[in-house]
């Protein structure tokens, strides 16, 4: 694919190709964000497979999502795993010798526990005969550790496995410069007092200076912030309308926090500190309020702001996956099926964020399902401008035939069906967790709003998606 969003920025929105393809049909979010007409209930078939298992979510819970550097911030990230972890134990009375396995997911990982899974699982109290390891995949680590433990349970290797995933931005690894590192590296090898000061001779004060992580691609050195204004800019995405859009976000988060639909949030005592019970980053504000912070990353033309999108966050979050037999041996009730899963990668350059746009149509291919049979949508919110860019991909014929092959567009998820409970824009966004969240509040939405399938998607670094479908479980 040619450096298309570079030429957009450098020629301003309204000159691409792409921008004047989708400036055409510009979403009406002012219309469509009002819209308030319910899911009605549809009787479908059921997407089990003949000869193949088929794999239950239990439960699933998450303790609460705090922005970082505030009640989380002097944990680590196992500290934080084995509280999703305790609250699940509790959530569902499963008992631990019960559980065959463990995987979580995690992306910033803590250099002492970098296989956290397992110093989690152990911190809880499992067994340590239970097995458990770490997966990651940026956004998507958490569906990553979901659908493992999915592949485990429909292969017949194991019949209970918890999966989850577990973030904590409050403290990255900052690391020593690479001189630094080799110096200490080689004085810790050197023998004699002469090596040592021969060593030390070479010691310049730029050595101290620290390598800082940033949330950019190692492929082409960009911060995402900066692709996703590239990409708003592309699909003629407006500033008013990433706004409005975050806006609902949050608006739809505190409608739900204030309802007490966010039921799969657990209370989490925070040693010497106070009992968190619920996130703190839902703040809705007002366009006004919005329309005055200046851009966070393309200064000054850019559209993305700190309004606008995601914020660092610390959380936690785990699911109890099962086979439906075991699960229904064990007298439980389980909160939907999980079906069809795909995931895909683009180019990391142009196309970092649009994982959504292709991941969708593969999974609803794999299903044998369309856009009109799902009844809920649960899309990973990184910025407001990467969501209605990605829904604006969705709806278009031109992008499917010149960019993903496909002879006509999958079509745009209507938005009274789209993230109804808020999304990571106000929920917050703990990279290695939001996986799990997703699953969750589809699953949760099903039952309430009496739908059968939903589908959870989301992008992730890399130029990498991940697509699922969720089945409610029959009442």
Same mark, same amino acid.
């Given at each position: 694919m040619t450096s298309l969003l570079t030429y957009t920025f450098k020629n301003l929105p309204s000159t691409s190709k792409w921008a004047l393809r989708f400036s055409l049909r510009p979403l009406s979010c002012s219309s469509q964000l009002r819209a308030a007409a319910a899911v009605q209930t549809k009787s479908k078939k059921t997407l089990a497979k003949p000869n193949i298992r088929n794999i239950?979510?239990?439960?699933?819970?998450?303790?609460?999502?705090?922005?970082?550097?505030?009640?989380?911030? *002097?944990?680590?990230?196992?500290?934080?795993?084995?509280?999703?972890?305790?609250?699940?134990?509790?959530?569902?009375?499963?008992?631990?010798?019960?559980? #065959?396995?463990?995987?979580?997911?995690?992306?910033?990982?803590?250099?002492?526990?970098?296989?956290v899974a397992r110093e989690a699982a152990l911190g809880a109290g499992f067994s340590d005969k239970t097995p458990a390891h770490t997966v990651t995949m940026a956004c998507i680590s958490s569906n990553q550790a979901m659908t493992t433990g999915v592949s485990l349970v429909?292969?017949? @290797?194991? *019949?209970?496995?918890?999966?989850?995933?577990?973030?904590?931005?409050? #403290?990255?690894?900052?690391?020593?410069?690479?001189?630094?590192?080799?110096?200490?590296?080689d004085l810790n090898k050197a023998k004699t007092l002469g090596q040592r000061l021969s060593l030390l001779s070479k010691f310049r004060l730029n050595f101290l200076t620290p390598e800082l992580p940033a949330v950019a691609e190692f492929s082409t050195n960009e911060i995402m912030g900066h692709s996703a204004d590239r990409l708003a800019a592309a699909f003629a995405v407006s500033r008013l309308e990433q706004d409005e859009y975050a806006l609902r976000s949050h608006s739809l988060a505190k409608k739900a926090q204030d309802e007490g639909l966010l039921s799969d949030i657990v209370h989490f005592k925070v040693p010497g500190k106070d009992t968190v019970t619920q996130d703190n980053g839902i703040r809705p504000s007002s366009l006004e309020q919005m329309a005055k912070l200046k851009p966070a990353f393309i200064k000054p033309y850019g559209t993305v702001t700190a309004a606008n999108s995601s914020f660092l966050t610390d959380g936690a979050s785990a699911v109890l996956i099962m086979a439906e037999e075991k699960a229904l041996a064990m007298g439980y009730k389980p909160k939907a099926y999980l079906r069809d899963f795909t995931y895909v990668s683009q180019d990391p350059k142009d196309q970092l964020l649009l994982g959504p746009a292709y991941a969708t149509p593969k999974v609803l291919e794999k299903a044998g399902l369309t856009m009109n049979d799902i009844d809920a949508f649960e899309f990973h919110e990184a910025f407001s401008g990467q969501i209605l860019a990605n829904l604006k991909a969705m709806d278009s014929d031109w992008f499917a035939k010149n960019y993903m092959g496909r002879n006509v567009k999958v079509g745009s998820p209507p938005l009274e069906k789209f993230n109804n409970w808020?999304?990571?824009?106000?929920?917050?966004?703990?990279?290695?967790?939001?996986?799990?969240?997703?699953?969750?509040?589809?699953?949760?939405?099903?039952?309430?709003?009496?739908? @059968?399938?939903?589908? &959870?998607?989301?992008?992730?670094?890399?130029? @990498?998606?991940?697509?699922?479908? &969720?089945?409610?479980?029959?009442?």
């Open positions: 239950v979510v239990v439960d699933g819970v998450r303790i609460p999502f705090l922005q970082s550097g505030t009640s989380y911030k *002097d944990l680590m990230p196992h500290d934080l795993a084995r509280a999703a972890l305790l609250g699940l134990l509790r959530r569902t009375n499963v008992p631990k010798g019960a559980v #065959d396995y463990i995987v979580f997911g995690t992306v910033m990982q803590e250099v002492k526990t970098s296989n429909a292969s017949g @290797q194991f *019949d209970v496995v918890v999966a989850g995933g577990t973030e904590l931005l409050s #403290d990255i690894p900052i690391r020593h410069s690479r001189k630094m590192r080799k110096m200490m590296l808020g999304g990571s824009l106000s929920l917050g966004h703990p990279f290695g967790a939001t996986g799990c969240r997703l699953v969750m509040t589809a699953a949760n939405r099903l039952r309430k709003e009496g739908g @059968q399938y939903a589908l &959870v998607a989301a992008c992730a670094a890399g130029g @990498q998606g991940h697509a699922m479908i &969720v089945e409610a479980y029959p009442k």
